[in-house]
Each structure stands twice: as structure tokens, then as C-alpha cells.
């Protein structure tokens, strides 16, 4: 419990000092994300495991899956997914992040999964920003630099359907 206090207060003090925006529920990534990393480790260190709301952009190219995916993704495709079971996309803090800014989110293949793959090739191919709303559970680890030392982060969910598109002309899922 006091954990989650922790992790909430955290999130309630980057709002509160103005530097990111948040949409309903869901925090914006730049309020624990930079340039893939976590703003502050020791935060993250903390709150690794626990299940948060997040919105960011689809890193389009940076995303993973089986056969099946890159069938669907074609040029898009960027390699074998973190396992047989799941893909992967990178989420970015800023829909004008330069690609590979953003970290892993580990997703299940499952009944929604070439949906998404779908609009997020369409979204790619158009240059525009896929804008999505994802609920799951945040890790962190050491991401050691040669000069510095970082802290990783990558996310876990349950189900394609805990991540959401809304955006111009396009409903909720």
C-alpha cells in the first residue's frame, strides 16, 4: 500500500509542477519517460511491477512479432518479437521523439493484435503519429552506459485490448 501511495504521489508531483499532461486516467509517458528511460529511477525502482494508465505514440520503428506480424507489417516489420507468444512495440514519450527514444511494451498475441498491427502500418505509412492509451504493469531495470548509468523501463499487458487508439476520426476500441 505504501508503495502505490508512493507511485501516485509521485505522478500527482509531476502534474503538479506542470510538465506533463494528463489525459482522463492516464499519465502522459513524458511524465516517467526520457528518450526511452525513466526521468527518475529511484521512482521507477519502486513502483516496478505495478499496473499504471499511460498515453504515448507507437514508435513505428520499433515493432516486433512472429511470421504472422511481419506478413502484416511487411517493410515495416523490425525483427522477431520477445517471444513466441508475444510482440512488441516501443512506446514514445512525444509523438515527435526520434525513433528508438521509447521503450518496450510486451503484448500477447491475441484476437486484437492484427487490428492494431493494421492501423498502426496505416498510421506509418502516412508519416502520422499513432496516439495510443495503454493500461499494464511497469518494470525498471539497470541500463548501465559507458559514462552513466540509466534506468530501463518496459511494460507488460494483459491483453491487446488494454491498449486503446483514440485519435481524429477513429473510435474508441
Avoid at 492516464?26 to 513502483?47: D, H, L, Q, T, V
Avoid at 531495470?141 to 559514462?147: I, L, Q, S, T
Wanted: hydrophobic content about 40%; overall charge neutral; some cysteine.
Amino acid at each position: 500500500m505504501v508503495r502505490r501511495f508512493t507511485f501516485i504521489m509521485y505522478f500527482i508531483a509531476a502534474l503538479l509542477f506542470g510538465c506533463n499532461e494528463q489525459t482522463g486516467d492516464y499519465i502522459a509517458a513524458s511524465s516517467i519517460s526520457a528518450k526511452g528511460f525513466s526521468r527518475n529511477g529511484a521512482e521507477m525502482r519502486k513502483a516496478h511491477g505495478q499496473e499504471i494508465k499511460i498515453w504515448g505514440f507507437v514508435d513505428h520503428s520499433n515493432i516486433y512479432g512472429n511470421n504472422d506480424v511481419k506478413t502484416i507489417l511487411g517493410d515495416w516489420w523490425s525483427g522477431d518479437g520477445p517471444g513466441s507468444t508475444t510482440w512488441r512495440f516501443n512506446l514514445k514519450a512525444g509523438q515527435d521523439d526520434e525513433a528508438g527514444d521509447s521503450f518496450p511494451v510486451h503484448v500477447p498475441n491475441d484476437q486484437g493484435r492484427d487490428e492494431l498491427l493494421k492501423v498502426f502500418l496505416i498510421d506509418a505509412r502516412a508519416n502520422k503519429p499513432t496516439k495510443v492509451f495503454v493500461n499494464g504493469r511497469i518494470f525498471a531495470f539497470d541500463a548501465p552506459a559507458n559514462v552513466r548509468r540509466f534506468t530501463g523501463l518496459y511494460m507488460e499487458v494483459q491483453s491487446s485490448h488494454d491498449i486503446v487508439l483514440k485519435s481524429q476520426g477513429r473510435s474508441d476500441r
